[in-house]
């Protein structure tokens, strides 16, 4: 069976298309997946692991009041974090991710296994909130396959 990660390699050369990512929870591991494809430098450019508030800021281009206002677990961040990869790493889709991979850090309305993750082509952007927690690893690896998975859909519309 074909790997989540060289199905959408070769959807993104099919169509000539190049990716990067801005990672939070994730750790950079939505881009080692990819770049664990052999030939995937035809289309990966790179990625941003933003962990902290002011790189996603800095890099990312995302606006302080988002943070503020919304949280950085959340739909509005996540949208801000992949238009940011794509506009930073000059790329025609990306995909990001921000959340709560535990144990702890749980906040107010945001349990641990909340994470948000967007893919985005062109203009079209897709969110997933995906929650509940089956410990760091597994979340954090559901989340990597999700944000492959979203963006992999988008490509077919």
Avoid: H
């Amino acid at each position: 069976m074909e790997s989540i990660q060289k199905r959408l390699g070769k959807q993104l050369m099919a169509k000539g298309l190049t990716v990067s990512t801005a990672e939070s929870c994730t750790g950079g591991g939505i881009a080692a997946r990819l770049t664990s494809i052999a030939g995937s430098s035809a289309y990966v450019r790179g990625g941003i692991i933003s962990y902290q508030n002011d790189v996603k800021e800095e890099l990312l281009g995302v606006n302080p009041d988002t943070i503020y206002k919304y949280g950085v677990v959340s739909e509005q961040t996540v949208i801000e974090m992949v238009k940011g990869a794509m506009k930073s790493l000059k790329t025609d889709c990306a995909m990001a991710t921000t959340g709560i991979a535990g144990p702890g850090g749980e906040e107010p309305g945001k349990p641990v296994g909340t994470i948000w993750i967007a893919a985005a082509w062109s203009e079209k952007i897709v969110t997933f909130k995906q929650e509940g927690d089956d410990g760091r690893l597994k979340n954090i690896e559901k989340a990597i396959k999700k944000a492959i998975n979203l963006l992999s859909e988008l490509l077919k519309s």
